[in-house]
T-cell receptor, first 112, second 115 residues
Framework: EDQVTQSPEALRLQEGESSSLNCSYT??????LFWYRQDPGKGPEFLFT???AGEEKEKERLKATLTKKESFLHITAPKPEDSATYLC?????????????FGSGTQLTVLP | EAGVAQSPRYKIIEKRQSVAFWCNPISGHATLYWYQQILGQGPKLLIQ????????DSQLPKDRFSAERLKGVDSTLKIQPAKLEDSAVYLC?????????????FGPGTRLTVL
């Protein structure tokens, strides 16, 4: 059974204070690892897909990296508008094609 | 490009009542998913459709939940009868479109409160 653990559960940063969110996963075989952003009262918004260890992707102040056991979402010089819950999900080779298993998320608050 | 549409956005019902949620996926997306998201948790897959066929419904409580996707486009998720523990946000997602084979795109969700 695929499992995803995200840490920390909550993170408060000052504007401009860089940090990283962690996603540890267990899968029998990884098809892909996904990062989503979820704002209160909205559905998850797709950010990145990573497929193999060593892969990195960037979007504005966010950079996602992947190893064989975990993924990191690095936030550089965050702004208050980056405040949201960040969800990590894995797509393993077990289960149905393209099925996602989500972690519980990290709630990020960026203070002005 | 229009996103995934869901309705209603909010629903409050008494336990043992029935409720239905509707989803219209992104045009051209063959795969449709229904997720349940309990407060403070990540989404949990309930059922996955490929066109109008069920791919995976292993986590759907079939004694009270049902879903259909007629004509391979929009879908309905029904709960009958509802229990207190069904209070959650029900998210619909679609994927399998050109250029985004593995990614899933979510709608805004329906927040269900069972009293």
């Amino acid at each position: 059974e695929d499992q995803v653990t995200q840490s920390p559960e909550a993170l408060r940063l000052q504007e401009g204070e860089s940090s990283s969110l962690n996603c540890s996963y267990t899968v029998s075989g990884l098809r892909g690892l996904f990062w989503y952003r979820q704002d209160p009262g909205k559905g998850p918004e797709f950010l990145f897909t990573l497929y193999s260890a060593g892969e990195e992707k960037e979007k504005e102040r966010l950079k996602a990296t992947l190893t064989k056991k975990e993924s990191f979402l690095h936030i550089t010089a965050p702004k208050p508008e980056d405040s949201a819950t960040y969800l990590c999900a894995v797509q393993g080779i077990s289960g149905s094609a393209r099925q996602l298993t989500f972690g519980s998320g990290t709630q990020l608050t960026v203070l002005p | 490009e229009a996103g995934v549409a869901q309705s209603p956005r909010y629903k409050i019902i008494e336990k043992r009542q029935s409720v239905a949620f509707w989803c219209n996926p992104i045009s051209g997306h063959a795969t449709l998913y229904w997720y349940q998201q309990i407060l403070g948790q990540g989404p949990k897959l309930l059922i996955q459709f490929q066109n109008n066929g069920v791919v995976d419904d292993s986590q759907l409580p079939k004694d009270r939940f049902s879903a259909e996707r007629l004509k391979g486009v929009d879908s309905t998720l029904k709960i009958q009868p509802a229990k207190l523990e069904d209070s959650a946000v029900y998210l619909c997602a679609s994927g399998g479109g050109q250029g985004s084979y593995n990614e899933q795109f979510f709608g805004p969700g329906t927040r269900l409160t069972v009293l």
